[in-house]
C-alpha cells in the first residue's frame, strides 16, 4: 500500500527549559539557569522555524508544560514515558492516519524552512536529517504508523544512533530522503559553531551574544 504524500505533520520533541533539567553540559562555563535560558531560546527558534513550513498541523510533544515562549499554531501532547525510542514512536502515534509525519528535536537553533522543502510530497517513504553528534536532529515518515517498528530498540544518544536508526529505515525497504548534516547544541564549542550559523533575529544567538557580554 502506497503511503499518503502531502503537508505533513509536523513534530517537536522536548523538555520544558528548568534550570537543572536541559542543557546540563552547558554547565560550565554557564550556570544552569543560563543553560535553560539558552535551550529555551533554541526551541523557540526552532517552533518560529516549523510555523514557516507548509504543514497539515502542528504539535509540540512535551516534557513538562508549555510556557509564554509557546507561539500560536501548535498543538501540544505529553511525551509518553520510557527512553527517547519510546518516545519518539509514542509521538508519532499522534499522527495515525493524518498522512506524512517530520519529527525535529530543540537542539538545532540554525534550522530553516527552506531544509525542509518538499518534505511529504517529494515521493520519498522517510526523511533523515543526520547530526554531526552521530545522532540524527529530523526523522520523517510517510506512513507514521510504521514508527514503532522503526525506531523501538535504536540506541539512543551514542555515535552510532543515527547510521542505526537510517539503516532500519533502509532494511525496512524505504526510500529515504537525506537531510543537511547539522549540529545540536550540547557544549560550549557547539553553542559558539550554531550561533554563527542561526538565521537573523534568532533568539538562540541574541541570548547567547547577551550572555557573552554579562561575562566580560
Given at each position: 500500500m502506497t503511503a499518503a504524500t502531502g503537508r505533513p505533520t509536523l513534530l517537536v520533541i522536548a523538555k520544558l527549559p528548568l534550570p537543572g533539567r536541559v542543557k546540563t553540559r552547558l554547565t560550565p562555563p554557564y550556570t544552569p539557569r543560563e543553560a535553560a535560558a539558552l535551550a529555551e531560546a533554541s526551541l523557540s527558534d526552532t517552533l518560529a522555524a516549523l510555523l514557516h513550513v507548509p504543514a497539515r498541523r502542528r504539535v509540540l510533544v512535551l516534557d513538562g508544560v508549555p510556557g509564554t515562549w509557546l507561539p500560536r499554531g501548535f498543538d501540544v501532547v505529553p511525551q509518553v514515558p520510557g527512553g527517547l525510542d519510546e518516545r519518539i514512536a509514542g509521538a508519532f502515534a499522534v499522527c495515525d492516519n493524518e498522512g506524512p509525519a517530520l519529527l525535529v528535536g530543540m537542539d538545532t537553533p540554525q534550522l530553516t524552512e527552506d531544509l525542509l522543502t518538499g518534505i511529504g510530497q517529494d515521493g520519498h517513504d522517510a526523511w533523515f536529517g543526520p547530526a554531526a553528534d552521530g545522532g540524527f536532529w529530523a526523522l520523517g515518515l510517510a506512513d507514521p504508523a510504521r514508527a514503532g517498528s522503526l525506531v523501538r530498540g535504536v540506541p539512543m544518544s551514542t555515535d552510532r544512533?543515527?547510521?542505526?536508526?537510517r539503516r532500519r529505515l533502509?532494511?525496512?525497504?524505504?526510500?529515504?530522503?537525506?537531510?543537511p548534516l547539522l549540529r545540536d547544541v550540547d557544549s560550549t564549542a557547539d553553542a559558539s559553531a550554531v550561533a554563527g550559523l542561526c538565521p537573523p533575529g534568532s533568539r538562540f544567538a541574541a541570548m547567547l551574544a547577551s550572555l557573552a557580554e554579562v561575562a566580560r
Amino acid at each position: 500500500m502506497t503511503a499518503a504524500t502531502g503537508r505533513p505533520t509536523l513534530l517537536v520533541i522536548a523538555k520544558l527549559p528548568l534550570p537543572g533539567r536541559v542543557k546540563t553540559r552547558l554547565t560550565p562555563p554557564y550556570t544552569p539557569r543560563e543553560a535553560a535560558a539558552l535551550a529555551e531560546a533554541s526551541l523557540s527558534d526552532t517552533l518560529a522555524a516549523l510555523l514557516h513550513v507548509p504543514a497539515r498541523r502542528r504539535v509540540l510533544v512535551l516534557d513538562g508544560v508549555p510556557g509564554t515562549w509557546l507561539p500560536r499554531g501548535f498543538d501540544v501532547v505529553p511525551q509518553v514515558p520510557g527512553g527517547l525510542d519510546e518516545r519518539i514512536a509514542g509521538a508519532f502515534a499522534v499522527c495515525d492516519n493524518e498522512g506524512p509525519a517530520l519529527l525535529v528535536g530543540m537542539d538545532t537553533p540554525q534550522l530553516t524552512e527552506d531544509l525542509l522543502t518538499g518534505i511529504g510530497q517529494d515521493g520519498h517513504d522517510a526523511w533523515f536529517g543526520p547530526a554531526a553528534d552521530g545522532g540524527f536532529w529530523a526523522l520523517g515518515l510517510a506512513d507514521p504508523a510504521r514508527a514503532g517498528s522503526l525506531v523501538r530498540g535504536v540506541p539512543m544518544s551514542t555515535d552510532r544512533t543515527g547510521a542505526i536508526q537510517r539503516r532500519r529505515l533502509v532494511d525496512a525497504g524505504l526510500s529515504v530522503r537525506d537531510l543537511p548534516l547539522l549540529r545540536d547544541v550540547d557544549s560550549t564549542a557547539d553553542a559558539s559553531a550554531v550561533a554563527g550559523l542561526c538565521p537573523p533575529g534568532s533568539r538562540f544567538a541574541a541570548m547567547l551574544a547577551s550572555l557573552a557580554e554579562v561575562a566580560r
